[in-house]
């Protein structure tokens, strides 16, 4: 096989570093790793990478994933994939980590096409548990979260309450609370940042981490790649990992709440 996954970690200060930064960052790694990519041809020709959603600028990450192919067919086997492991991390800056390599299978989905949810945590200042749980009663028994984007010009209106699949407090923090939310990502990826922005009154989340990204393997949610250098579900065989959430379903889907829904609206956002 020609293509591998790799999933890593964007922890400390280089979260501020923008999705299209980090994508020229990695270019450089390799480079420097000497890891010799496949490169597209043409005119101008681009080294065969593909990176998996875009992480929001400021917000950390312990899962984060590229495709990428290379130059000469490799081998599965483990010390070869840990050796390719081991010469990247040497490359990368303080805050990046890959934390597993594995074969990728040919024809199968990209990341942004397979992944469905994100699994998000993040801390809620001047909360405490029984007032975030009103907050999190609120969200879970209302029926729509309207809001007005301005997209392109246009005004566009979305209802952000079906992309919220679970929403809990998980603990206390020195000023507040943590809170731990599975969003989807079809056909738009809700980010935390937007669903705080839609309360009423809108919040602002701290600390904000991708913990999981998520995608469907028949009727169970699987991760792309496990943090244990196993191999992807998509290109190898894989330990499936089932996550029984407050009001999700195993196909992934939210359950209804029943007729006391209630709806939440708020102001037009640009993006």
């Given amino acids: 096989m020609k293509k591998i996954r790799i999933r890593f970690s964007k922890k400390g200060k280089i979260r501020f570093i923008s999705h299209r930064d980090i994508a020229r960052i990695w270019e450089r790694a390799l480079r420097k790793a000497q890891i010799k990519i496949a490169y597209s041809e043409g005119f101008s020709p681009r080294p065969k990478i593909s990176f998996g959603l875009a992480l929001p600028t400021g917000n950390e990450s312990e899962a984060e994933y590229l495709d990428l192919e290379l130059e000469t067919l490799i081998k599965n086997a483990p010390d070869e994939l840990d050796e390719i492991k081991q010469k990247i991390n040497s490359a990368l800056p303080m805050g990046l980590e890959v934390q597993s390599v594995a074969i990728k299978e040919e024809g199968s989905e990209s990341l ?10 993040f801390d809620l200042h001047g909360y405490n548990t029984d007032e975030a749980n ?7 028994e209302s029926s729509e979260i309207v809001v007005e984007r301005e997209r392109k010009g246009k005004v566009v209106v979305e209802d952000l309450r079906k992309q919220v699949i679970s929403i ?7 000023t507040g609370v943590r809170v731990q939310a599975d969003l989807g990502t079809q056909p738009r990826t809700l980010r935390p940042s937007e669903l705080l922005a839609a309360s009423n009154p809108p919040l602002k ?8 990204q998520w995608m469907l393997q028949g ?4 991760e792309p790649l ?3 250098d196993a ?3 998509s290109a190898q065989l894989a330990d499936v990992i089932r996550r029984e959430l407050k009001n999700v379903r195993t196909n992934g889907q939210a359950h209804e709440i029943g007729p006391s829904q209630r709806r939440i609206s708020r102001s037009k956002t640009k993006t």
């Fill in 168 to 174: 809990e407090v998980i603990g206390e923090t020195d």
């Fill in 112 to 121: 942004q096409q397979s992944v469905t949810s994100c699994t998000w945590q």
């Fill in 205 to 212: 989340a701290r600390n904000v981490c991708r913990m999981n």
């Fill in 231 to 233: 191999p992807a579900p």
């Fill in 219 to 222: 009727d169970e949610r699987v």
């Fill in 134 to 140: 009103q907050w999190l009663e609120k969200i879970l």
């Fill in 226 to 228: 496990l943090n244990n």
